[in-house]
């Protein structure tokens, strides 16, 4: 089965590390669309959130630690948009549990797919000459 989302080559940074951790974000929200869609259990939707938060928060960490290593000049805006969004995600897992309304459900899912995304091709693609090239 195709993703509904998938990985484009231009969302490469040459980071191997980095875009292993970009793809498996993708596939976490994959997993939340088709589990949203009806595929899964809707029950899946919890786990598949708390997934996504665990693993943003694991990966933001990974590139603050990097940032730290090659005391990368741009660090401090990053981190406050890495803030940002692990914000945007409790907040939505808590508008989930108070039983969100499905289409503005949706709206949120799509508006952090949409952010992601920009945050890749945007904030992290200006670390790759800092980071990515050895
Ligand atoms: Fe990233
Ligand atoms: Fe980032």
Redesign the pocket.
């Known amino acids: 089965m195709g993703e509904i989302f998938p990985w484009k080559e231009e969302y490469n940074t040459g980071c191997e590390e980095i875009d292993t951790q970009h793809k498996k974000l993708f596939n976490i929200i994959n997993e939340l669309f088709t589990a949203f869609e009806g595929s899964f259990a809707e029950s899946q939707v919890p786990r598949i959130l708390k997934e996504l938060e665990d693993y943003t928060v694991y990966h933001?960490s990974t590139?603050e630690r990097l940032f730290e290593e090659r005391n990368y000049p741009l660090k401090e805006e990053?981190k406050k948009?890495?803030d940002s969004f692990i914000r945007k995600i409790k907040n939505f897992k808590k508008q989930m549990e108070l039983g969100q309304n499905n289409l503005l459900a949706f709206d949120v899912m799509l508006a952090l797919k949409d952010w992601l995304i920009d945050?890749i091709l945007g904030?992290?693609h200006k670390y790759i000459p800092y980071l990515c090239n050895d």
């Open positions: 933001f590139e990053h948009e890495h945050h904030s992290d």
